[in-house]
């Protein structure tokens, strides 16, 4: 079985990550996505866009969003790879992401990203919007320690 990359549109990718992702939506927006294939079928997808936290969104910091395969060895770190190497050719200085605590994080070694710290679980992805609570979607990593990994440029 060989790997390949391809592009794919946001609405193909939030259906592969609404279908097979273990505990997140897809994300409502991104800059780019990439799929990864093998033969005609996609195994797996990564969304990149900007920072959701707003501190990290200064336009020269991309965020993937989101990445999920069907379980395919190798595709996830692909992917990671392949994103990081876009963000680059694009003039991105850094490209961030996040896993949840109990994941290894294997994935992102092998495509080269760093562990940058941990963070404490929140309340609720909301938590820091009090008055926005009410009216945000409660599926999320609420509640979920956390890992921010990143990759820097030159």
């Not at 965020?63 to 990671?80: K, Q």
């Not at 050719?89 to 941990?118: D, H, N």
């Not at 009090?130 to 921010?148: Q, T, W």
């Amino acid at each position: 079985m060989t790997l390949a990359l391809q592009p794919i549109t946001f609405r193909a990718a939030c259906a592969f990550v609404a279908k097979l992702h273990r505990h997140n939506k897809p994300p409502r927006g991104h800059k780019f996505s990439i799929a990864a294939v093998s033969g005609p079928e996609i195994v797996g997808v990564c969304m990149v866009g900007r920072p959701i936290a707003r501190a990290l969104d200064n336009g020269l910091t991309a965020e993937i969003n989101r990445t999920c395969t069907d379980g395919t060895r190798n595709a996830n770190s692909m992917l990671y790879g392949a994103a990081a190497r876009a963000c680059k050719a694009m003039g991105y200085r850094r490209v961030i992401t996040y896993t949840q605590a109990e994941e290894g994080g294997a994935s992102l070694r092998a495509a080269g990203f760093i562990k940058v710290k941990e963070l404490p679980a929140r309340g609720s992805w909301a938590a820091s919007s009090v008055k926005l609570k009410e009216s945000r979607d409660p599926v999320g990593n609420g509640g979920v320690d956390r890992i921010l990994w990143e990759m820097k440029f030159q």
